[in-house]
């Protein structure tokens, strides 16, 4: 046996047999995984190709201090494939970044590659639009008064539109310099339901337009305000305010109250209007420990009339303490 085992050619065959069956239980190892259909799956999973389609915000790397860009789509479809887990990922987080490079681009029209930053290696990828055409102006910003406009065919019979009050007197509109030479007015469209017969208050989208009435494409800023608008009956009459304080206050408090709007238009029926003589506005003093103006709406519940012109006025309380 001792001489066996110094044979060299003993040595050989027995590495040889020893190789033999490291080959084979390993085969029969990679054979039982392939059968696990837990391990198949996540194998098939891993190795699989996906393609999938995105929608991302298109950002321009420009100046927009000096220039404003039209022309360019908001959003570009991402068609993406790869590894399916990899897809899957991407499409969900959108962790990466569609852009359009304008930073050495002078002012004109100009035809832009879109690319991309942040998507991973392993990713193909195609963009639509792959290219876009953009127009790069000077960027202009010119301040415009604020008019309002509502059709008074809406209104009812015997009713009256009073005087019409806006949050927005004046707004800021940015674009291309041509285009901002293009506007002549901006303007809000108030919405007046058919026959209407009560004030209207609502808000309403704020529009450039040009000489022919066609919106210009450029930025206002608001781009909204709150309008009101009287309607009440046809009927009216001009009388004084009267002004009363209300809520709680100390015995020793002495309370003045002031206005510089002393006369208000009444909206109302003939009965309504024939024996009012003033208008009384009840003023709440009790947040009040010196001195404060504030705006007080006219109830017209309260002085049974159908509203007033303005409909609101500012009050100014005094309270001091003996």
Known sequence: MKNMFNNKWSMRILALIFAILLFVYADSSKVNSTRDPNRKNQIIKLSSTKSAT??????????????????????????????????????????????????????????????????????????????INVDVQPRKTVSYPLTVKYDKNNIATGYTAGKVTTDTKTVKVTGAQDSINKVTSVVA???????????????????????????????ITPATTNIKLPIASGESKEVPVKLEPKGQTGSSDKVKLSTTTERVKVFGTDSQLADLKEVLVKVNTSDVSQTKTKRVTLDAKLNKVAGFEPDSIQVKIEKSTE
């Open 54 to 131: 995105v929608s991302v915000p298109l950002s321009l790397t420009v100046n927009s201090n000096k220039y404003f860009v039209t022309g360019y789509p908001e959003k570009v479809l991402v068609h993406l494939t790869g590894p399916a887990a990899l897809v899957t990922t991407t499409a969900n987080t959108q962790n990466f970044k569609v852009y359009a490079d304008l930073s050495k681009l002078g002012i004109g029209h100009h035809t832009v590659s879109i690319q991309q930053e942040g998507l991973n290696s392993e990713l193909r990828y195609r963009f639509e639009p792959a290219k």
């Open 189 to 219: 469209k108030l919405n007046i339901p058919q026959n209407a017969k009560t004030t209207v208050d609502s808000q309403a989208v704020i529009e450039a337009l040009d000489a022919n009435g066609k919106t210009v494409n450029v930025v």
